[in-house]
């Protein structure tokens, strides 16, 4: 069973910058980013796959955040920037441990099969 770690929510104004950090226990095909506000879905961000360093970005994110691997750490990164009130939300990583190990990044939470804690990050007016 993989464990997935969260790490660098916080509180920030409008326009500033936050980087999450996410480290599995274990070997992962495939990594993402959500994350889901009280009462709303929980939202695709962005999707990485290990084996064919190939990312997927929603588009409500796009140039604002970018996600980095360091597999030595068997971690991933989100950087993200010019955040925004609609960007308050509970973060969330997640994993794909399946052994098929998907060529495209998955940006539904069901091809997911591990989720961590969540982190919250609050961007203030």
């Known amino acids: 069973q993989v464990q997935l770690v969260e790490s660098g929510g916080g509180l920030v104004q409008a326009g500033g910058s936050l980087r999450l950090s996410c480290t599995a226990s274990g070997r992962t095909y495939a990594m993402g980013w959500f994350r889901q506000a009280p ?20 588009d409500s994110v796009k140039g604002r955040f970018t996600i980095s691997g360091d597999n030595g750490k068997n971690t991933l990164y989100l950087q993200m920037n010019s955040l925004k009130p609609e960007d308050t939300s ?36």
């Open 39 to 58: 009462g709303k879905e929980r939202e695709f961000i962005v999707a990485f796959t290990w084996n064919t360093r190939r990312t997927r970005y929603a």
């Open 90 to 125: 509970v973060y969330y990583c997640a994993a794909h441990t399946d052994y098929s190990g998907p060529l495209y990044p998955p940006t539904i939470t069901s091809a997911y099969d591990h989720w961590g804690q969540g982190t919250q990050v609050t961007v203030s007016s």
